[in-house]
């Protein structure tokens, strides 16, 4: 007799967990909506405070990317200063992100020092990670359904409009102080705000109870287990490949876009150079960060609402508006880069379009791991997807543009031109990377519809996690081989 709740166990014996199955009608077929659980009455925490804990935490990840983005702010300013070139310049970001606020004060109080200033540029990010891997779990944890994916939103807006305030801030307050050492000691005691603010209004709710529909703590696994269980999920795989790409172009472009546009000012004579003993012109510093802020809220508020509105026909949407996001930026990006020299306003209107098109994937991301991966597993993920988009993605980016830069530049002689030409160069690998994780989204969505369903059947409680080491049979299931766990075979 085949077991109730499993649709896709249509044979003898009933199999409740099957390694992997070719046929997954079954777990396509999509559930019938239910009603959402009184969120309350299970975590004890009201949908007023928990709205108040979301603000709390956009608020600490905007004071985060702003802090990331004041380097590159004055970037041209700090390698004047230093006098280093390009590699060094991205040097100065891939060690801030390999770290991932703690010694933030220090930092601001230390930039006269080339090797002081990589040192506490790396301690600075090691709060950072923290936070970054467990603020999306309590998220996911206070609310369900369209109403997490609009949290999820509201707190990925502090990403790119974070990132964008890091520019305007570091810019102005270099101007009103004349010095750019103060454009990094700003955010520090922004931080002292954050840590109050966290500790007097965040409570963390239950690990799955929306969920699981009960305040019952769930079971929880080895951290090797863990392990194995993400990299078998293809969806969680795939999805975390697609957005180190995203994670390699914002990272690359958020440092080096001000410094690639400022040059091509000085490459066709628009603007003069900085005198020596003078602050340089960070009118482009400002507009990419204004653009950085509107494109952010325009393309995570479209990605959502896009991704929510196609579910209703689609339910593979959610990889597939992610893969259009990025295939379609890469040509914007590309013909930013290539009319730099010929016309900064069309650069400008073209960075406009492929950051938009480019945001659209941060809450969408970050929502599909939630659901295709189950409650005690998801902090293990986010600090598995962090550690590979920033390995793989932004840690590496500026550091590789500029060696890229440097290399092309060896062999001519130095001037305004070939310092444009070389970061030019450069700058055009973002676009093909940008192509490469469209590619990823479109395999996610392959995979996105049965990975989600087994995740809810979990957290229904209707499918088991086999035991650690337990031996598993071959059994046959619709005329194949599958293996399963002894204990998943009903006798």
């Given at each position: 007799?085949?077991?109730?709740?499993?649709?896709?166990?249509?044979t003898?014996?009933?199999?409740s967990?099957?390694?992997?199955t070719?046929?997954?009608e079954?777990?396509?077929?999509?559930?019938?909506?239910?009603e959402?659980p009184?969120?309350?009455?299970?975590?004890?925490?009201?949908?007023?405070?928990?709205?108040?804990?979301?603000?709390?935490?956009?608020?600490?990840?905007?004071?985060?990317?702003?802090?990331?983005f004041?380097?590159?702010?004055?970037?041209?300013?700090?390698?004047?200063?230093?006098?280093?070139?390009d590699?060094?310049?991205?040097l100065?970001?891939?060690?801030?992100?390999?770290s991932?606020?703690?010694?933030?004060?220090?930092?601001?109080?230390l930039g006269?020092?080339?090797?002081?200033?990589?040192?506490t540029?790396?301690?600075?990010?090691?709060?950072?990670?923290?936070?970054?891997?467990?603020?999306?779990t309590?998220?996911?944890?206070?609310?369900?359904?369209?109403?997490?994916?609009?949290?999820?939103?509201?707190?990925?807006?502090?990403?790119?409009?974070?990132?964008?305030?890091?520019?305007?801030?570091?810019?102005?307050?270099?101007?009103?102080?004349?010095?750019?050492?103060?454009?990094?000691?700003v955010?520090?005691?922004?931080?002292?705000?954050?840590v109050l603010?966290?500790?007097?209004?965040?409570?963390?709710p239950?690990?799955?109870?929306?969920?699981?529909?009960?305040?019952?703590?769930?079971?929880?696994?080895?951290?090797?287990?863990?392990?194995r269980a993400?990299?078998?999920?293809?969806?969680?795989?795939?999805?975390?490949?697609?957005?180190?790409?995203?994670?390699?172009?914002?990272?690359?472009?958020?440092?080096?876009?001000?410094?690639?546009?400022?040059?091509?000012r000085?490459a066709n004579g628009?603007?003069?150079?900085?005198?020596t003993?003078?602050?340089?012109?960070?009118?482009?510093?400002?507009?990419?960060?204004i653009?950085?802020?509107?494109?952010?809220?325009?393309?995570?508020?479209?990605?959502?609402?896009?991704?929510?509105?196609l579910?209703r026909?689609?339910?593979?949407?959610?990889?597939?508006?992610?893969a259009?996001?990025?295939?379609?930026?890469a040509?914007?990006?590309f013909?930013?880069?290539?009319?730099?020299?010929?016309?900064?306003?069309?650069?400008?209107?073209?960075?406009?379009?492929?950051?938009?098109?480019l945001?659209?994937?941060?809450?969408?991301?970050?929502?599909?791991?939630?659901?295709?991966?189950?409650?005690?597993r998801?902090?293990?993920?986010?600090?598995f997807?962090i550690?590979?988009?920033?390995?793989?993605?932004?840690?590496?980016?500026?550091?590789?543009?500029?060696?890229?830069?440097?290399?092309?530049?060896?062999n001519?002689?130095?001037?305004?031109?070939s310092?444009?030409?070389?970061?030019?160069?450069a700058?055009?690998?973002?676009?093909?990377v940008?192509?490469?994780?469209?590619?990823?989204?479109?395999?996610?969505?392959?995979?996105?519809?049965?990975?989600?369903?087994?995740?809810?059947?979990?957290?229904?409680?209707?499918?088991?996690?086999?035991?650690?080491g337990?031996?598993?049979?071959?059994?046959?299931?619709r005329g194949?081989?599958?293996?399963?766990?002894?204990?998943?075979?009903?006798?």
């Amino acid at each position: 007799m085949a077991s109730p709740w499993l649709p896709y166990a249509d044979t003898t014996p009933v199999l409740s967990q099957p390694d992997d199955t070719e046929d997954e009608e079954g777990l396509q077929a999509k559930p019938e909506r239910e009603e959402e659980p009184d969120v309350q009455t299970i975590t004890g925490i009201s949908t007023s405070h928990g709205v108040r804990i979301v603000g709390v935490l956009c608020f600490i990840n905007l004071l985060n990317y702003m802090d990331r983005f004041t380097v590159a702010g004055v970037l041209p300013d700090i390698e004047k200063f230093f006098k280093i070139d390009d590699s060094k310049s991205g040097l100065i970001q891939t060690v801030f992100i390999c770290s991932y606020m703690v010694l933030a004060p220090i930092f601001g109080y230390l930039g006269d020092y080339y090797g002081l200033l990589l040192l506490t540029r790396g301690l600075v990010g090691v709060g950072e990670a923290s936070y970054s891997t467990i603020a999306p779990t309590i998220i996911a944890d206070l609310f369900v359904g369209d109403r997490r994916s609009r949290m999820l939103s509201i707190f990925y807006f502090a990403i790119p409009v974070g990132s964008g305030l890091g520019y305007i801030v570091a810019s102005q307050v270099k101007i009103l102080a004349g010095d750019w050492h103060w454009a990094l000691r700003v955010t520090p005691g922004l931080g002292l705000l954050a840590v109050l603010l966290l500790v007097l209004v965040v409570r963390e709710p239950p690990r799955g109870a929306v969920e699981t529909h009960s305040d019952a703590p769930l079971q929880y696994t080895s951290w090797i287990t863990d392990l194995r269980a993400l990299g078998s999920n293809r969806s969680f795989v795939l999805s975390s490949l697609g957005f180190t790409a995203v994670a390699f172009v914002t990272g690359s472009l958020a440092l080096w876009a001000p410094a690639f546009l400022y040059r091509s000012r000085l490459a066709n004579g628009s603007l003069q150079p900085c005198p020596t003993e003078e602050a340089c012109n960070t009118s482009d510093s400002l507009i990419f960060g204004i653009i950085t802020c509107v494109t952010g809220v325009l393309g995570v508020g479209s990605g959502v609402e896009i991704s929510r509105r196609l579910q209703r026909s689609n339910p593979r949407a959610d990889p597939l508006v992610c893969a259009a996001g990025l295939l379609g930026s890469a040509p914007f990006l590309f013909l930013a880069v290539v009319s730099a020299q010929g016309s900064i306003i069309a650069t400008y209107v073209f960075i406009f379009i492929g950051e938009t098109l480019l945001s659209l994937n941060w809450a969408i991301v970050a929502d599909m791991l939630l659901y295709v991966v189950i409650p005690t597993r998801r902090s293990t993920a986010e600090a598995f997807q962090i550690l590979l988009s920033h390995l793989l993605g932004d840690a590496g980016s500026p550091a590789l543009i500029g060696m890229i830069s440097d290399r092309i530049q060896r062999n001519r002689p130095p001037s305004f031109m070939s310092q444009f030409r070389s970061l030019e160069y450069a700058l055009m690998a973002c676009a093909f990377v940008g192509v490469i994780g469209g590619g990823f989204f479109l395999a996610t969505a392959c995979f996105i519809q049965a990975d989600r369903k087994r995740t809810e059947l979990y957290a229904q409680g209707q499918l088991n996690e086999p035991s650690e080491g337990e031996d598993r049979i071959v059994v046959p299931q619709r005329g194949r081989s599958t293996k399963v766990p002894v204990s998943s075979v009903l006798i």
